[in-house]
Nanobody
Framework: QVQLVESGGGLVQAGGSLRLSCAAS????????MGWFRQAPGKEREFVAA????????YYADSVKGRFTISRDNAKNTVYLQMNSLKPEDTAVYSC?????????????WGQGTQITVST
């Protein structure tokens, strides 16, 4: 059974930093691309950042580029999101995602999410 468990969320003041972790189990972690998405109240879920299975390739939404850094530790089956210079508009539930394509099939898993609240 695949599980993705996020941690590290909480309340932080604007300009502060947080680091999210997503621990994966039940899958061959190093085969999966990993990503972070977020959903604010009343809004659609949006892409935040992604990292390739080797960690060499990273991608960011324009809104977080230069402030957030995604990384992974395949030995620990964990992906991280370092968030600096947080803004109130970063307030959302952050979820991690694991995806792999095998032939014609795509396997896609989600964590339960962790709340980030950035106060002014």
């Amino acid at each position: 059974q695949v599980q993705l468990v996020e941690s590290g969320g909480g309340l932080v003041q604007a300009g502060g930093s947080l680091r999210l972790s997503c621990a994966a189990s039940g899958l061959t972690f190093s085969n999966y691309g990993m990503g972070w998405f977020r959903q604010a109240p009343g809004k659609e879920r949006e892409f935040v950042a992604a990292i390739g299975w080797t960690g060499d390739s990273t991608y960011y939404a324009d809104s977080v580029k230069g402030r957030f850094t995604i990384s992974r530790d395949n030995a620990k089956n964990t992906v991280y999101l370092q968030m600096n210079s947080l803004k109130p508009e970063d307030t959302a539930v952050y979820s991690c995602n694991a995806v792999v394509a095998e032939g014609i099939l795509t396997y896609n898993y989600w964590g339960q999410g962790t709340q980030i609240t950035v106060s002014t």
